[in-house]
C-alpha cells in the first residue's frame, strides 16, 4: 500500500513519521555539519544566503500556504527586520540575541498597522494593504537621515559574548541553528490546533467560522508570524552583508519569495525549503552560464538583473498553471508512482 | 488663489490618467472577476510601443497612437488566451499571483526591448500653453481631461445600454447563467481583457505625455488600483471619482508637503506614495470604497 496505516495517536502526532525520515535528516545533519570543511568561500556563502531565504519562506508559506492570506510586501519585513537589528546594535549597542527577536517583533507590529484593517476582509485586500505598506516602508528607509538613505547603513559584525563572528564558516554555522530553529518551529506549529486552525481558514473561511475559530484571531496570529519569520531572515542577512541600501528590499524581493512558495508548494514545509534553495541558487546559475559565454556574447551579462525579475514572474505562472502543488506535489507523486510500481491506483 | 487652480487643474489631468487606468481595472474585474496586478504594465508597454512609432520611425503622432492601441487590444486577447483562459474556476488566488508573475514578465521584456533610458514623446501638444484668463494651462493637460471624460461617458453608455455590455456585466455577475442565456462567455473575457488593456495603453500614452516613457511608470498601476479601492471596486463611477481624488491629493501633497522636515526625516516625492497612503487609510475607515457595497457570503 502507498500510505503507512497508522494505528495509534502517538504514531499519528509523531515529529518524524517514519524511520526513514529519521535517516535521512541524520545524513542532512551530518553534511551541513561537515560542508564548511568540503566547499569554498563562495559556495558557502550562496548557502548562507539559500538559509536565510528558507528562514523568509518558511514565515510567507506560513501565511499563504497554510492560511491562504496573500501577502504582496514580505520584503517589507525583512527590511524592517534589517534595519531595526542594525540601528540596535548600531547605534544602541544592544547585543546580537536581543536585537535578533526584537526586529521579528519590530517586523509583526509594524505589519499589524496594515495587516489588522485587511484582515478583517477576504481575498485580496490583505495584497493590496502589504503592498502598499511595502512601498511606504521603502519610502521611509529612503527619507529618513537615520537609515541614511540612499547611500545605505553599515551594520555590525554579529557578537556573541565576547566571541565576534568573522568567518564565513562561523556564520554558516549560525545560519545553519536558525534554518533548523525555525524549521522546527513551524512544522511544530503546523501540526498543533494553531496549524490546523489556519488550514480550516484557508480551504473555507466561512464555514471554519462556524466550527468556532476565532477568524480575526488566527488570521492575525498568521500574519505576525509571518511577519516575525521575515524580520528574523532580515536581521540575520543585515548581518551577513554588513551592508544593507533600501533598493535590495524593492517589490522583486517580495515577488522572489511569493516564487519561492509557489516554485516548492504551497502549504508544505518542505516545499518552502525547496523553493528558497532553487530560488535563490538561480541568480548565481544564470550568472555562472553567462560566464560561460561571456566571450562569445559580451552583452550578456548586462542583461542578468533583467532576467532575473522575468524567470521569477515565468516561474511563479508556470507553476500555476501547469503544477499548482508545487515541486513539494511532484515529488508526492514520484513518490506515490514508486511505491506501487508497476500497478497504479 | 491662482497657485491652487492650477494644481487642481494639473491634479485634474493626473487624476483622470488614474481614473481611465482604474477604469480599465474595473473594466476587467467586473467581467472575468480578475484583479489585474499588471495594468500599470500593460500601459508602459503601450506607451513605449507608441514611442517606438512616433519617434524612432517617424510615423505622425496620432496614427503611433492608433497603432499602440491596436497592439495593446491584441495584447490583451493573447494574455487572455494564453494565461487566463486555463485559469477559470480557479480560485482568486492564482489568479493574482498569475497577474503579478504576468506583471514581472512585462517587465523583463520591457525591459530588455527598450532597456532602462528615460523617454520623451514629442505629441502635438507637448510645450504648447492656453491661456485661460491668467492661468497657464498645458494644451496636454486639457486634451487629457476632455478625452478622459468622454472616454468615461462612452464607458457608462456602453454598459448600461449596449447588448454588448450588458452581456459583460451578466457574465460577471454569473458566467454559468449567462452561458445558457446564449452569451459566448470566453469570447466576453477575450473582449474584457482586449478592451482593458487597450483603456490602459491609452491611459499609459497619456502619461507618457505629460512627464516621461521609462519602465518605473508601472507603479502607476498600483495607485490606479488605490484609485479602484477609494471608489469601490465594482463601480465605474467610484473609479473615476478615486482617480480624481488621488490625482488632487497627490497634487497638492507634491505642492505642499514635498521639502517639509519632520525631526530628521524629510518628505521628498511624496508624490510616490500619497495613493498607498491614501489606500491604507481607506482600508482602515471604509474598505468597501465609497461606492462599493458590502457582500454577503454564504457557505
Known amino acids: 500500500m502507498a500510505e503507512k496505516f497508522k494505528v495509534s495517536y502517538r504514531e499519528d502526532m509523531a515529529l518524524f513519521q517514519t524511520l526513514w525520515v529519521k535517516v535521512w535528516l541524520g545524513i542532512l545533519i551530518f553534511l551541513v555539519l561537515i560542508a564548511p570543511t568540503l566547499l569554498s568561500r563562495y559556495q558557502l556563502s550562496i548557502l548562507i544566503e539559500m538559509g536565510i531565504a528558507v528562514i523568509g519562506a518558511l514565515g510567507l508559506n506560513l501565511l499563504t500556504g497554510y492560511t491562504g492570506q496573500i501577502s504582496l510586501g514580505h520584503g517589507a519585513f525583512l527590511a524592517i527586520g534589517a534595519y531595526t537589528s542594525g540601528l540596535l546594535t548600531g547605534k544602541l549597542g544592544v547585543p546580537f540575541l536581543l536585537s535578533l527577536p526584537l526586529s521579528g517583533l519590530m517586523a509583526a507590529g509594524l505589519g499589524l498597522i496594515v495587516g489588522v484593517p485587511s484582515l478583517r476582509l477576504k481575498g485580496l485586500y490583505l495584497a493590496l494593504g502589504t503592498l502598499a505598506f511595502g512601498f511606504i516602508v521603502e519610502y521611509i528607509i529612503f527619507h529618513w537621515d537615520l537609515t541614511q538613505g540612499d547611500m545605505g547603513m553599515a551594520v555590525k559584525r554579529i557578537r556573541l559574548g565576547s566571541f565576534v563572528l568573522k568567518t564565513e564558516k562561523a556564520y554558516f554555522y549560525l545560519v545553519m541553528i536558525f534554518v533548523a530553529g525555525s524549521l522546527l518551529c513551524a512544522k511544530n506549529l503546523v501540526r498543533t490546533k494553531i496549524g490546523r486552525c489556519f488550514v480550516a481558514i484557508r480551504d473555507r473561511d466561512i464555514a471554519a467560522e462556524a466550527m468556532g475559530i476565532p477568524l480575526a484571531k488566527y488570521k492575525i496570529m498568521a500574519f505576525a508570524i509571518s511577519a516575525f519569520y521575515g524580520g528574523i531572515a532580515g536581521c540575520l542577512m543585515a548581518h551577513y552583508q554588513r551592508w544593507i541600501v533600501p533598493g535590495s528590499f524593492d517589490i522583486s524581493l517580495s515577488i522572489a519569495y511569493i516564487a519561492m512558495i509557489i516554485l516548492g508548494g504551497l502549504g508544505s514545509i518542505l516545499g518552502s525549503v525547496l523553493g528558497a534553495i532553487l530560488i535563490t541558487g538561480i541568480p548565481h546559475w544564470i550568472t555562472y552560464l553567462t560566464d560561460v559565454f561571456k566571450d562569445t556574447y559580451p552583452a550578456l551579462s548586462g542583461l542578468i538583473v533583467d532576467f532575473k525579475l522575468g524567470i521569477f514572474g515565468l516561474i511563479i505562472v508556470l507553476t500555476l498553471l501547469f503544477e499548482p502543488q508545487g515541486l513539494f506535489g511532484i515529488y508526492r507523486r514520484v513518490k506515490l508512482y514508486w511505491k506501487t510500481w508497476p500497478y497504479r491506483y | ?299
Not at chain 2, 506607451?47 to 517606438?52: K, L, M, Q, W
Open chain 2, 1 to 299: 488663489m491662482e497657485k491652487i487652480i492650477e494644481i487642481l487643474i494639473n491634479g485634474l489631468s493626473t487624476g483622470a490618467i488614474y481614473a481611465l487606468l482604474a477604469l480599465g481595472f474595473v473594466l476587467i474585474f467586473k467581467s472575468t472577476g480578475i484583479i489585474n496586478f499588471a495594468q500599470g504594465e500593460l500601459a508602459m508597454v503601450g506607451a513605449f510601443v507608441c514611442y517606438s512609432f512616433a519617434m524612432l520611425l517617424n510615423i505622425p503622432y496620432v496614427v503611433a497612437v492608433v497603432i499602440a492601441l491596436i497592439i495593446g487590444a491584441l495584447l490583451g486577447s493573447v494574455v487572455d488566451l494564453l494565461f487566463f483562459r486555463r485559469m477559470v474556476g480557479e480560485p482568486m488566488f492564482s489568479t493574482i499571483m498569475v497577474t503579478v508573475g504576468l506583471a514581472s514578465i512585462v517587465t523583463c521584456t520591457a525591459g530588455i526591448i527598450w532597456g532602462h533610458d528615460v523617454h520623451s514623446i514629442q505629441s502635438p501638444f507637448t510645450n504648447k500653453t492656453l491661456l485661460l484668463g491668467n492661468l497657464v494651462v498645458s494644451q496636454g493637460t486639457i486634451y487629457t481631461i476632455g478625452l478622459s471624460v468622454f472616454l468615461i461617458a462612452v464607458f457608462v453608455l456602453f454598459f448600461n445600454r449596449s447588448l454588448l455590455g450588458i452581456a459583460m456585466k451578466g457574465t460577471a455577475e454569473d458566467p454559468h447563467t449567462s452561458g445558457l442565456m446564449g452569451i459566448d462567455v470566453k469570447k466576453i473575457y477575450m473582449l474584457a481583457w482586449a478592451i482593458g488593456t487597450m483603456v490602459a495603453v491609452l491611459a499609459g500614452i497619456f502619461l507618457a505625455e505629460q512627464s516621461f516613457v521609462r519602465l518605473s511608470m508601472s507603479h502607476t498601476g498600483i495607485k490606479a488600483m488605490a484609485a479602484a479601492i477609494l471608489g469601490g471596486m465594482e463601480s465605474i463611477g467610484g473609479a473615476i471619482l478615486g482617480g480624481v481624488v488621488i490625482g488632487v491629493v497627490e497634487g497638492l501633497a507634491a505642492n505642499y508637503l514635498s521639502g517639509m522636515e519632520l525631526g530628521n526625516f524629510h518628505f521628498g516625492d511624496i508624490k510616490d506614495v500619497t495613493a498607498f497612503a491614501i489606500m491604507i487609510i481607506v482600508l482602515m475607515i471604509r474598505p468597501h470604497g465609497i461606492f462599493g457595497k458590502k457582500r454577503v457570503e454564504r457557505v
